[in-house]
């Protein structure tokens, strides 16, 4: 299935969960800390990240903490 | 030298936390990391604002790390939502990642003149203060908007003095002076200092703290910058309470005049 990260359409297999998203990313910061996900407008919270299922066409918003105003 | 601001027994409640300096120091605009600690360092701030983006696989460092290892709270921004609905989508996102019920929540109107939207600030003020977010808005310098704010539920309003990064200072205060009077939360100046000159005046205007980035970040020298406008800060709350005499349109002798002498014709 196709799933948007961070905008850019990448393929993964069926049962993909947000932390399959996450495994293959260099999150900053240790142990993932200073990092949300969101699916859509949905805030997946830390704890729900191994079992929030993916569908196609979803879009995975990965963000942390830059320098800012 | 630096101010040390922890001397002074004149500190900010805001949200229940004492914080023993008044200036609110954002990270935007440091060219690195490593500068960013140093102002934070000079500067004596408790609270600094951070911002959520996309993860960039290439940055170097971590700005969370960074910032907790000076010891200081963390203040997540919504900076860069247009709307209601993405500003409180990226509150939530914030307390997830940083374990922080504080939001500095903008909603910007437009990309030039970066004001705030006023609707939307409301309408995402309420949405996010019912789900128990200590919101602490910027707004306009409108006395009436503010206390809209205030009414729905915000822990301080953070007015500003003029458009965020153009360090044109406080362009209207005597709407500042009003907003300060009828509040009943801290009044935190957001956006507009220039120099340490601009934050005295602020503090002077009785304004509670001043939120200051590019001032510092983008001065020549961000270190000093920091120390200047820390000790502007303490010396403008200083002479707020000491009490400044009044403006008269003509002179007002501090000499007495009784016992002139008569050196004759």
């Keep these: 299935m196709i799933v948007s990260v961070n905008g850019t359409p990448t393929e993964l297999a069926a049962g993909a969960t947000v932390a399959t998203v ?48 | ?111 030039r003149t970066l004001l705030p939207d006023a609707p939307a600030l409301l309408e995402a003020a309420e949405t996010l203060v019912a789900e128990g977010f200590v919101v602490l808005p910027y707004t306009t310098d409108d006395p009436i908007l503010a206390r809209r704010l205030e009414d729905v539920g915000c822990a301080a309003v953070m007015p500003l003095g003029s458009p965020i990064g153009s360090g044109m200072g406080i362009g209207n205060p005597y709407n500042l002076s009003i907003m300060i009077e009828r509040a009943g939360v801290p009044v935190v100046l957001d956006a507009g200092v220039g120099t340490a000159s601009d934050a005295a005046l602020a503090m002077e205007l009785g304004c509670d703290a001043v939120l200051c980035a590019s001032a510092i970040s983008r001065a020549r020298n961000p270190t000093a910058m920091a120390r200047a406008i820390a000790g502007a800060v303490e010396a403008g709350r200083l002479a707020r309470g000491a009490g400044r005499i009044p403006r008269r349109r003509h002179a007002e002798p501090s000499t007495p005049e009784a016992g002139m002498p008569d050196f004759g014709a």
């Design chain 2, 1 to 111: 030298m630096a101010v040390d601001h922890r001397t002074t027994a004149d500190p900010l409640i805001l949200a229940g936390v004492t914080l023993h300096s008044r200036l609110f120091l954002g990270t935007g605009g440091f060219s690195s990391l490593e500068a960013m600690g140093e102002a934070i360092a000079a500067s004596g701030t408790e609270l600094v604002t951070l911002a959520l983006r996309r993860v960039d696989p290439a940055a170097r460092g971590s700005i969370v790390d960074v910032v907790e290892a000076a010891g200081v709270r963390l203040l997540p921004n919504t900076a860069g939502c247009f709307t209601a609905r993405d500003a409180v989508l990226t509150a939530r996102l914030a307390r997830e990642a940083f374990q922080t019920d504080w939001v500095k929540l903008e909603v910007i109107g437009d990309d």
């Design chain 1, 22 to 69: 996450l495994a293959g990313l260099e999150l900053p910061g240790s142990g993932g800390r200073g990092v949300a996900v969101a699916v859509g407008a949905e805030v997946v919270p830390r704890p729900d990240w191994e079992r929030r299922a993916l569908a196609e066409g979803d879009h995975v918003e990965i963000l942390t903490a830059i320098q800012g105003g």
